[in-house]
Antibody
Framework: EVQLLESGGGSVQPGGSLRLSCAAS????????MSWVRQAPGKGLEWVST????????HYADSVQGRFTISRDNSKNNVYLEMNSLRADDTAVYYC????????????WGQGTLVTVSS | DIVMTQTPLSSPVTLGQPASISCRSS???????????LSWLQQRPGQPPRLLIH???YRFSGVPDRFSGSGAGTDFTLKISRVEGEDVGIYYC?????????FGQGTRVEVK
């Protein structure tokens, strides 16, 4: 069974930083791409970032480009999202998600971790 | 960026009756490899999203056959043949043809 467990969310002041982690299990992590998707309170879904299986390729939404960094550790089955220069509009539930690249889809989602940016 | 527009934004339905959601993209979702990377997701209240349909019409593992997808190019449809209580939630279309991947605004399916 695919399981994705996010951690690292919490409250932070504007301009601050947070590092989200996602522990993956139940599948061969090292051969799948991974993504982060966020959902502001009461709002829709926004794709944030994607990393390829080998970490050779990364992609970012314009809204986070230059502030967020996605990375992975295939020896630990973990994917990370380093978030810097946080703003109020980054407040959201952040979902870790597994990708099936051949179909360009997100086929499994974690339960999410809440990030609140407020003074 | 490709903009995904869903209609309606809210769909009150009677249990046992059909429901239909439309999704239109601002440009063709046909990839250079010939595939169309349009998927549909369901988000039940308080839950993360769940994949229902990918590549326009392929049901994901475990998805009931009352869900079906159709369309081509820029116009796509998700149909629920007979709505059940567990189908209440918000439905999103998503394009994976080009980065940034983008979602529709969501359509709320609720029981009348």
């Amino acid at each position: 069974e695919v399981q994705l467990l996010e951690s690292g969310g919490g409250s932070v002041q504007p301009g601050g930083s947070l590092r989200l982690s996602c522990a993956a299990s139940g599948f061969n992590f090292r051969i799948y791409g991974m993504s982060w998707v966020r959902q502001a309170p009461g709002k829709g879904l926004e794709w944030v970032s994607t990393i390829s299986d080998t970490a050779e390729n990364t992609h970012y939404a314009d809204s986070v480009q230059g502030r967020f960094t996605i990375s992975r550790d295939n020896s630990k089955n973990n994917v990370y999202l380093e978030m810097n220069s946080l703003r109020a509009d980054d407040t959201a539930v952040y979902y870790c998600a597994k990708i099936l690249w051949s179909s360009r889809i997100i086929d499994y989602w974690g339960q999410g971790t809440l990030v609140t940016v407020s003074s | 960026d490709i903009v995904m527009t869903q209609t309606p934004l809210s769909s009150p339905v009677t249990l046992g009756q059909p429901a239909s959601i439309s999704c239109r993209s601002s440009q063709s979702l046909v990839h250079s490899d010939g595939n169309t990377y349009l998927s549909w997701l369901q988000q039940r209240p308080g839950q993360p999203p769940r994949l229902l349909i990918h590549k326009i019409s392929y049901r994901f593992s475990g998805v009931p056959d009352r869900f079906s997808g159709s369309g081509a190019g820029t116009d796509f449809t998700l149909k629920i043949s007979r709505v059940e209580g567990e189908d209440v939630g918000i439905y999103y279309c998503m394009q994976g043809t080009q980065f940034p991947w983008t979602f529709g605004q969501g359509t709320r399916v609720e029981v009348k």
